[in-house]
């Protein structure tokens, strides 16, 4: 049990760290064109145009800027942004990774379920084998206790006590049979 407390910690542990991976890239993306540190290229054109080229006005380079921003955004965003195929195949692998454990996970949680309702069953079974026999001698008790027979009322609560021992014993033996198929 302790192992798959430990690997359901784990698994949450890689899903937070790769949603939260998603959600910085995100921001990242959506902050990308307004950052003035992004587009070193583009800056650089535009000092070479400031530097090395006076007769364009300030309308006229905002234009060059614009229109390369533009260019920019009608780009392909994986040819815009080199890198960017690595990272997202890193993510998709972290991603298949987790699903992978999760999956396992799921696996192991639903064998033991499916085991605890064999479990069950086998002592619901119990349950209804001693039921009706119990009930009977409970029945014949108390008619012997009123009838004022306190030899006869003895002898069914000894019955009583040693049916309800069988069963306590046979209870006993399916749950150790249990965790002996289930511990192996």
Do not use: C
């Not at 542990?13 to 910085?24: C, D, F, G, R």
């Amino acid at each position: 049990m302790a192992a798959t407390s430990e690997s359901i910690s784990a698994a949450i542990a890689q899903l937070q760290e790769a949603t939260n991976a998603l959600v910085e890239m995100k921001e990242y993306i959506e902050m990308h064109n307004l950052n003035s540190e992004a587009h070193a290229d583009i800056r650089e054109l535009v000092e070479r145009l400031l530097d090395d080229e006076p007769i364009y006005s300030n309308t006229q380079i905002r234009e060059i800027i614009n229109t390369l921003l533009d260019g920019h955004k009608e780009t392909n965003f994986k040819t815009a942004h080199t890198g960017w195929d690595e990272y997202e195949r890193s993510v998709a692998d972290r991603f298949s990774q987790i699903e992978t454990d999760i999956t396992e996970i799921k696996d192991i949680l639903r064998g033991k379920e499916e085991a605890k309702t064999d479990l069950d069953a086998k002592l619901l079974a119990i349950e209804n084998r001693y039921a009706p026999v119990l009930a009977r001698l409970q029945t014949a008790l108390k008619e012997a206790q009123l009838a004022g027979d306190t030899e006869l009322a003895d002898s069914y609560r000894r019955t009583i006590q040693e049916e309800l021992d069988r069963k306590t014993a046979e209870i006993m033996q399916a749950v150790e049979e249990w965790q002996q198929e289930h511990n192996e």
